[in-house]
C-alpha cells in the first residue's frame, strides 16, 4: 500500500512542479525511510532501492509529458537490466533525494542514472547508493522498442545521445555477457 500511496503523491504533485527535458534535466525526488521500508537489519531493505527508482522513472516520464504518448500508443515501459552499488546505509526516519537521469541511449534503450543522496549533520551530501538501470519503452503491436528519435519526436525535440561514459560502457558489456549467460 504505501507504494501506491508514493505514486498517487507523485502524480498529483508532478501537476505542480516544472515540466521536464528528459535529455537535459534531473528528476529530484525527496523520501524519508518510513518502518514499512527496513529490512532485517534496520535499514532501507535493497528491493525498496529499486522500487524508488521506479518512481524517480515515472517522474520523468510525467513531467516530460512522455506519458501521454505512453497511454495513446499502448507502450509498456521495461527495465531489462540494473546495477547498482550501495556505499552507505539509509536508516529508519532519515530523509533522503532521489535523483534521476537519462546518461544516453541507442536504438530504442535508454541507460539511467539514479543516485540516493543524504545530507550529513552539518548539511554535506553523501552519496548512500548509485545505479545504472537499461530500459525502454516497448510497442507490444510492433513487437519491439520504440526508438529513441520517435520518443523525442512525440515530445517535440531532437537529441544526439551523449557519449558513454567508462562506467556505463562497463555496465553495458557486464550486461550482455549475463544475456548470454541467461
Known sequence: MNLWLRVLH??????????????????RLSFRV????LDTSLHLNNGRYWTLMDLGRTDIMLRSGLWRPIFRNGWVPVVSAGQIRFRRELKLFQAFTLETRIVTWFEG?????HRLISRT????????????????LYDCKAREFVPMNRL???????A???????EVEAFLASEEVMKRAA
Open 160 to 166: 544526439d545521445a551523449p557519449q558513454a561514459t567508462a
Open 10 to 27: 507523485l502524480i498529483v504533485a508532478s501537476f505542480f512542479r516544472a515540466k521536464l527535458d528528459p535529455v537535459k534535466d534531473v528528476s
Open 34 to 37: 518510513w518502518p514499512h521500508d
Open 121 to 136: 549533520r552539518d548539511g554535506k551530501p553523501v552519496l548512500n547508493a548509485i545505479a545504472l538501470v537499461r530500459a525502454g
Open 109 to 113: 534503450q535508454v541507460v539511467m542514472e
Open 152 to 158: 523525442l519526436q512525440e515530445l517535440g525535440t531532437h
